[in-house]
């Protein structure tokens, strides 16, 4: 586990509504993202609800991104994101910045809600999905935390 993550979403982040291919400049925004942070991926799609952790995973691969490193574990079958994702983060101590890319805006609230000073909840919108703007936010995030 490296010391940066990114927490990531699928539907609207990666793949537009109503398509079955991912954004392929969604893609390698995401993937840029990922190297230049020296980052790892943990998926918190409802995707690991709906396909599992491991066919999850596969079609990331399957669709382009580079470095998926795990889903994140639901705390419960009734559990939110934010959940999830403060679970997972009191679980690995050793992670010093987080950024949290996700389309719906109650969930950027609720990740927001967590006070997390090494995190950050970059929504995304479903027309642009993850961009150049929101790569240039996020890595400006991961540098500010590490300069710390």
């Known amino acids: 586990m490296t010391a940066a ?6 539907d609207d982040v990666l793949l537009p509504a109503g398509a ?21 991926i943990v998926v918190h799609s409802s995707w690991r609800r709906h396909l ?20 994140l574990p639901e705390q419960s079958e009734f559990s939110i994101k934010a959940e999830d994702v403060a679970a997972w983060l009191k679980d690995h101590v050793d992670v010093k ?9 109650a969930v950027c ?10 995190g950050l909840a970059i929504q995304v919108s479903a027309t642009n999905r993850f961009d150049a703007s929101g790569y240039k936010h996020a890595l400006r995030h991961f540098g500010k935390v590490f300069c710390l």
Request: include cysteine; hydrophobic fraction near 45%; glycine fraction near 4%.
């Open 5 to 10: 993550v990114v927490f990531l979403d699928i």
């Open 20 to 40: 079955d291919r991912f954004d392929q400049a969604a893609v390698e925004w995401v993937n840029k993202l990922v190297r230049d942070a020296q980052a790892d």
């Open 52 to 71: 599992g952790a491991e066919e999850t995973i596969r079609e990331l691969i399957a669709q382009g991104i580079t470095k998926p490193f795990c889903c």
């Open 97 to 105: 910045a987080w950024v949290l890319l996700d389309d719906d805006p």
């Open 109 to 118: 609230r609720s990740i927001r809600a967590l006070k997390d000073s090494r």
